[in-house]
Nanobody, 122 residues
Framework: QVQLVESGGGLVQPGGSLRLSCAAS????????PAWYRQAPGKERELVAG???????NYADSVKGRFTISRDNTKNTIYLQMNSLKPEDTAVYYC????????????????WGQGTLVTVSS
């Protein structure tokens, strides 16, 4: 069974930084179109950043210039570097993959992690 496991959330002061990690467990061959989403209290889940076509990155306007999504294929891990954090960045952050191909050749679609809480507050 393939799972995505996020880590790195926590409490940080405004202006601070955090790096979130999303590791795929199980026998993974590739992670396709990974992305980070977030959901603030009382709000809908929104796309924060994603990687498409292998290397093309896209970001929500609210995080452009502050957040960076990256990946390490050797570790089957996706990262979200978050700088200049603001109180409005407070949310549960979720990792998602459009599909994950196992070494057996089978594919899991629309895989979600359990989420990690980021709180930006003084």
């Amino acid at each position: 069974q393939v799972q995505l496991v996020e880590s790195g959330g926590g409490l940080v002061q405004p202006g601070g930084s955090l790096r979130l990690s999303c590791a795929a467990s199980g026998r993974v061959f590739s992670i396709n179109e990974p992305a980070w989403y977030r959901q603030a209290p009382g709000k809908e889940r929104e796309l924060v950043a994603g990687i498409t076509l292998g290397t093309t990155t896209n970001y929500a306007d609210s995080v452009k210039g502050r957040f960076t999504i990256s990946r390490d294929n050797t570790k089957n891990t996706i990262y979200l570097q978050m700088n200049s954090l603001k109180p409005e960045d407070t949310a549960v952050y979720y990792c998602n993959a459009r599909s994950i191909v196992r070494v057996t050749g089978s594919t899991a679609f629309n895989v979600w992690g359990q989420g990690t809480l980021v709180t930006v507050s003084s």
